[in-house]
Each structure stands twice: as structure tokens, then as C-alpha cells.
């Protein structure tokens, strides 16, 4: 069981520390699951099921396929809190036509989506709009889609958690996909990128303009 959980753990391009946070468990808890010294319970089970798409024969077994959807099609990152919806239609922005998150945030209500985005069981999201460049990588890459809930005050954040964010550099907007870690440094917040080639950035909180959690991601393939 503990090959298998770690697998899972790596085809989703999580961290140890991600995954432990996703099943409401310590990291030294699910480093010892991983290396069979403490067994997976109900509870874990069930998260992996319900919450990450795992495929429940698969997990008992290790014969069939790992998630029940291809987990590079569609990955959902689920707070415990969270209530899914049945079906709702998730509009899909231009960044370009709405000329940034900021306006997009602060008048969503008169800014035309380019398309709707139809799927179900996922958390009420506000929005959806493509990402660029590859600071997630491999979990998204540019060309994805980020669907996303607003968060109006950065106090209601949960370290280490992803987020869509608009920083203020030089009176230009970059919106970039990030986790958000406590910093050492007062009145900063730390930006860490999925991809081992991005470095951590300490950013003022005060140079944040817009805030949104990332729910779900879909993965853009290109068949040619």
C-alpha cells in the first residue's frame, strides 16, 4: 500500500508536504505510510477516493488504472471545507480582453467570457482563465486551464496552498500561479514555484492586487 500511495504522490506531481496536507495528515505521518511502517486507514482511503479520483480497486490491488480520469486531464485541489457541485458552468476569460485580474476581479459581473467550462463535482469556482509560463511545472504548463474562487482578504489564505495571484512590479501587473508559505520577512508573504528551476520569491503583501484560490486544472493536449 505504501508503494502505491507514493506512486499516486507522484503521478499527481505532489509534494510529501502537499499530499499530507490533502489527507489531514502530518508529513512524518505519510512518510511512514509511504515506507510500510504505518498502515493507510479508512479515512486516508476515503480522501484518496472522494478527492483525488483514485481508483478504489486499484488501491486495494495495484491492478487496473491508478485514477478513475486521467489525472493530467483534470486535477482538483480540495480544501476539507470544500462542498462540491453536482454540474455548474464555469466561465473561461481572456486575461487579454479583460485587460488583467484586477479588472476582471473587481467588475466580473460585466466582463464577457470567451467560453463556459461544463464539469462536474467540483467546489464552487468564480472563474476560469488559461496560464503561461512554467513555474508549476509539471503539475500545470502553459496552455492550461486554472479554474479558481476569489479570496477577497489575504488573512483568509491557508499556507501552503495554491493560489492565481496579480503582483504589482513596477506599476505592471504579473499574474502568476503560486503556493503561498509564510515568510521570514515582515510584511511579506513566500511565493514557491512547483518547478525546481524557479527560486522562492519573498513578495510584500501589499503588492498583491488580486487573490484567488486554484480549485481544478485542466490539462490542454494537443493531438496532432
Known amino acids: 500500500m505504501g508503494d502505491r500511495l507514493r506512486l499516486i504522490r507522484k503521478e499527481l506531481g505532489f509534494t510529501q508536504e502537499m499530499l499530507a496536507s490533502k489527507m489531514g495528515i502530518g508529513k512524518s505521518a505519510l512518510s511512514m505510510i509511504e515506507t510500510g511502517r504505518a498502515a493507510l486507514s479508512e479515512r486516508n482511503k476515503n480522501i484518496l477516493i472522494q478527492e483525488l479520483n483514485v481508483n478504489p480497486d486499484w488501491l486495494e490491488t495495484g491492478k487496473g488504472e491508478i485514477f478513475n480520469a486521467p489525472p493530467e486531464m483534470t486535477n482538483t485541489f480540495l480544501h476539507r471545507t470544500d462542498h462540491t457541485v453536482p454540474l455548474q458552468s464555469v466561465p473561461l476569460y481572456s486575461i487579454e480582453g479583460t485587460a488583467g485580474l484586477v479588472p476582471l476581479f473587481l467588475d466580473r459581473d460585466n466582463q464577457r467570457p470567451v467560453d463556459y467550462i461544463h464539469i462536474p463535482n467540483l467546489p464552487k469556482c468564480d472563474g476560469a482563465i488559461y496560464i503561461v509560463g512554467d513555474s508549476m511545472y509539471p503539475l500545470l504548463k502553459s496552455g492550461d486551464i486554472v479554474l ?77
Not at 520577512?185 to 528551476?197: A, E, F
Request: aromatic share 10%; hydrophobic share 40%.
Open 148 to 224: 479558481y474562487k476569489q479570496v477577497n482578504d489575504i488573512e483568509n489564505i491557508f499556507w501552503g496552498d495554491m493560489y492565481l495571484l496579480s503582483i504589482d512590479i513596477d506599476g505592471e501587473e504579473y499574474i502568476t500561479v503560486k503556493y503561498i508559505q509564510k515568510s521570514d520577512k515582515p510584511g511579506c508573504v513566500k511565493l514557491v514555484s512547483q518547478n525546481p528551476h524557479h527560486a522562492d520569491k519573498d513578495v510584500e503583501v501589499s503588492r498583491i492586487r488580486a487573490l484567488a484560490f486554484v480549485k481544478a486544472s485542466i490539462r490542454m493536449n494537443s493531438i496532432k
